[in-house]
């Protein structure tokens, strides 16, 4: 199975701000890497997928880098609306695998 | 639009069974793999189970092997999870995924809204 660590867990930070979440996958999954955004009581959302694609809809603000074990996606300029739990999930390998999810709360 | 909903469920005793159903509108259902995602209340997320378009291929986590069955009908445009032998563990909010690449399994490009499966005496 492929262990997805997101760093950190929880990011405090200020409207405004640039924000960099941290993806590491315990063996290489090629480009099949996807970021997912959660918020209370909703379902999650796409926001990204084979590492940098945006999906349809999502801001500009979002982009996603990385490649082999290591990945990340940023925010450039946190918006109100962005206050959520931020996900990465593997679709290389079976089991399919998600991180434990960095949550991002006001400063 | 695509739009995934999801019934079925319930309170249940350990040990107990119960059926959710997915309905989904918006895409060719039969060209799409399909999964089902679960979340323990508080918890991340964890990939329970997938199938093929035409439901010919399945794949399923540890966790639920032997006790979850996957399946699809595709002439009445439906997704089905059958828990039997249910565990405290399974206790979660079940989301209905489908995947983004037709044939494909890679990314969830939509999710339901969820449904609540708690499992408890």
């Known amino acids: 199975e492929i262990v997805m660590t997101q760093s950190p867990a929880t990011l405090s930070v200020s409207p405004g701000e640039r924000v960099i979440f941290s993806c590491r996958a315990s063996?290489?999954?090629?480009?099949?890497l996807a970021w997912y955004q959660q918020k209370p009581g909703q379902a999650p959302r796409l926001l990204i997928s084979?590492?940098?694609t945006r999906a349809t809809g999502v801001p500009a603000r979002f982009s996603g880098s990385g490649s082999g074990t290591e990945f990340t996606l940023t925010i450039s300029s946190l918006q109100s609306e962005d206050f959520a739990v931020y996900y990465c999930?593997?679709?290389?390998?079976?089991?399919?695998?998600f991180g434990q999810g960095t949550k991002v709360e006001i400063k | 639009e695509v739009h995934l909903a999801e019934s079925g469920g319930d309170l249940a005793q350990p040990g107990g069974s119960l059926r959710l159903s997915c309905a989904p509108s918006?895409?060719?259902?039969?060209?799409?793999?399909m999964s089902w995602v679960r979340q323990a209340p508080g918890k991340g997320l964890e990939w329970v189970s997938s199938i093929g378009g035409s439901g010919g291929s399945k794949y399923n986590a540890d966790s639920v092997t032997g006790r979850f069955t996957i399946s699809r009908d595709n002439s009445k445009n439906m997704l089905y999870l059958q828990m039997t032998s249910l565990r405290a563990e399974d206790t979660a909010v079940y989301y209905c995924?489908?995947?983004?690449?037709?044939?494909?399994?890679?990314?969830?490009?939509?999710w339901g809204q969820g449904t609540l499966v708690t499992v408890s005496s």
């Open positions: 918006g895409f060719s259902f039969s060209s799409y793999a």
């Open positions: 063996h290489g999954v090629n480009n099949n």
């Open positions: 084979g590492v940098s």
């Open positions: 995924a489908k995947h983004g690449d037709p044939y494909g399994y890679d990314h969830f490009d939509s």
């Open positions: 999930q593997q679709y290389n390998n079976w089991p399919r695998t």
